[in-house]
């Protein structure tokens, strides 16, 4: 599927962490793929509320979850700045589809990072 939110298709996901060398290009790939399908399940579902896009992003959440282990296995982890970088990525997201109220901690609550 193509992303049809313009915001959304020329969205740099995760920049910072592709500019510095600790994290590595082939997990973060894999982090900005977890969040294409993000954008591509909105498009979608068109979630008509709140709870419904904490689903779908509790979902994506999730699978952040499992690529820490690739950090891992790759030398790197989600610390600090990468969590806030992965975190203000969900909040891109809500807002670009229109969520402006959306909590940034309910966006990724379940998160293991």
Known sequence: MTISNQQVAAHPFLKALYEDDYYPDHVLDRGREIL???CERIEA????DLVALY???HAATEEFNDLEAAFDAAGSEIETCAREEIGGQFWFVAHAYGFVDADPEELIAG???
Do not use: I
């Open 36 to 38: 294409l399908r993000l």
């Open 55 to 57: 689903a779908l992003t």
């Open 111 to 113: 998160r293991n990072w």
């Open 45 to 48: 579902e068109r979630p008509a």
